[in-house]
């Protein structure tokens, strides 16, 4: 018996479904493990300017392999005070279409010259334009959620009404919900706020793209980043909000009246609150870290004597894929291929 097969499918399975295109963060792993594994013989060293230097160095020779056209536009400060990595400096091998690029080759200098928790190396990647240009106000007053609280909170809002709205909407009570500050004297008042809330405060001394990724990841024991940090961590902490489906909003915050006409002259209107859309307008954004140091939200960099080990996080928005890579290196095959010496700090 001949089995007939009509000639037409059906009209509903004639599209064929859209070919699945290049996941970049997958290359761009490589690049942040370079620049933890640089920086990790630095860990308590004393010397935060000798980590970040391995990594910027690191970073630099290894983001230059990966298929892309990208253009610093969050980096290591204007190209007259940084030789590497500097905004507006490009990267990558030049091919496919043109990207933005942000590059953190260590969050958290200090973590790592003291051996302290949460040190990462952290790269990000969007459609070219589509990320703010931080450079009139270097700093701006931050809050944080993961997806579950995301259409609830409000930076407007009292602390308080922040609080109790994570917690409801995270199904907790308010005395559970963590709260990640960084210790700064300016967050006096906000430290009081949140104790007065009843909610718990977690301090971190340096790092707050980890501390922002830790408040929307489950599982590390953090509900919500709140205070005054960098601008530039705050448009990688957007990029990686845009892969895991949390929130971030923030307004800017001049140090001074000079920063502040800075700011109004460039067109900056203070009084507005920047959404995750704001800080990167696209919707193909890339954001991988590597840990330096061990934390609540990756493992550091290990040492044995012929290998190394590494925990990334690997994010795509397009899919909305979270990856955990955890990586073995041969010490002998990086110094085969690197230009680089992973084996000492020096």
């Not at 190396?121 to 701006?140: E, I, K, Q």
């Not at 919500?224 to 845009?242: D, Q, S």
Request: net charge negative.
């Amino acid at each position: 018996m001949t089995t007939q097969y009509p000639h037409h499918l059906p009209s509903s399975l004639e599209v064929a479904p859209e070919a699945p295109d290049r996941n970049l963060a997958l290359e761009l792993v490589r690049v942040t493990e370079a620049a933890a594994l640089a920086a990790g013989r630095w860990v308590g060293r004393g010397d935060k300017n000798g980590a970040d230097g391995a990594a910027v160095r690191a970073m630099r020779t290894l983001v230059s392999t990966v298929s892309m056209n990208g253009v610093v536009v969050i980096g290591e400060g204007e190209k007259d005070e940084a030789p590497m990595l500097y905004n507006g400096e490009r990267v990558g091998d030049g091919t496919g279409a043109e990207c933005d690029v942000a590059v953190d080759p260590v969050d958290g200098t200090t973590l790592t010259a003291k051996g302290m928790n949460n040190a990462v190396a952290v790269l990000a990647v969007a459609d070219r334009g589509t990320m703010f240009d931080p450079s009139a106000v270097f700093y701006m007053d931050k809050l944080v959620t993961g997806p579950e609280a995301a259409d609830f909170v409000d930076i407007t809002a009292p602390t308080a009404v922040n609080i109790r709205r994570v917690a409801k909407a995270k199904g907790i009570a308010v005395e559970d919900v963590t709260v990640v500050v960084l210790d700064r004297p300016r967050h006096q008042g906000l430290i009081q706020e949140i104790r007065e809330a009843g909610a718990r405060i977690k301090y971190i001394s340096d790092g707050d793209v980890a501390g922002a990724v830790m408040a929307a990841r489950e599982g590390t024991g953090v509900d919500l980043l709140m205070g005054i940090g960098g601008t530039p961590e705050g448009i990688i902490a957007a990029c990686a909000m845009k892969c895991m489906g949390g929130v971030i909003q923030g307004r800017l915050w001049p140090k001074d009246d000079a920063e502040r006409q800075k700011a109004i002259d460039a067109g900056h209107d203070l009084d507005r609150v920047l959404s995750t859309d704001d800080l990167v307008s696209g919707e193909n954004v890339f954001f991988v870290a590597t840990g330096i140091t061990d934390g609540e939200l990756l493992r550091g960099v290990h040492y044995r004597q012929e290998t190394a080990t590494t925990s990334s996080l690997v994010m795509r928005s397009k899919s909305g894929t979270i990856r955990e890579v955890h990586a073995t290196h041969k010490l002998s095959k990086l110094r085969a291929y690197s230009a680089l010496d992973f084996d000492r700090a020096n």
